[in-house]
């Protein structure tokens, strides 16, 4: 599991403000290269963070798609009214006119 940026941010600053307020050089070093790397993390959390949205919204996307394809697809499908119906309407060649750019089917 990964850190949140955040929680990253956080310590980020949290090791900043622990740089600048102790009096040991080694404290400094250290607490220093410490807020660099969690500002590093924090970068590369937001990263995942925007892909992770973006991912979710692409899928959302795509269901919602799907969905009404699906809907489209049950709606003209064999066995709907609105088949059943298309097919009992009488056809130009069916009153005894003849028209050659009617289609047959």
């Given at each position: 599991?990964?850190?949140s940026s955040?929680?990253?941010?956080?310590?980020?600053?949290?090791?900043r403000?622990?740089?600048a307020s102790?009096a040991?050089e080694n404290?400094?070093a250290i607490?220093a290269?410490a807020?660099?790397a969690?500002g590093?993390e924090?970068?590369?959390a937001e990263?995942?963070?925007?892909?992770?949205?973006?991912?979710?919204?692409?899928?959302d996307?795509?269901?919602?798609?799907?969905?009404?394809a699906k809907d489209?697809?049950?709606?003209?499908?064999e066995g709907?009214g609105?088949?059943v119906?298309?097919k009992?309407?009488?056809r130009?060649?069916?009153?005894?006119?003849?028209?050659?750019?009617v289609?047959s089917?």
């Amino acid at each position: 599991m990964y850190p949140s940026s955040t929680l990253c941010r956080s310590q980020e600053e949290f090791h900043r403000e622990r740089a600048a307020s102790t009096a040991l050089e080694n404290v400094r070093a250290i607490s220093a290269g410490a807020a660099i790397a969690w500002g590093l993390e924090a970068a590369a959390a937001e990263k995942r963070e925007a892909r992770g949205a973006k991912t979710r919204a692409i899928a959302d996307l795509m269901a919602a798609r799907n969905l009404s394809a699906k809907d489209a697809e049950r709606q003209f499908s064999e066995g709907s009214g609105a088949a059943v119906q298309r097919k009992s309407r009488p056809r130009i060649r069916d009153a005894g006119l003849r028209v050659s750019s009617v289609p047959s089917a």
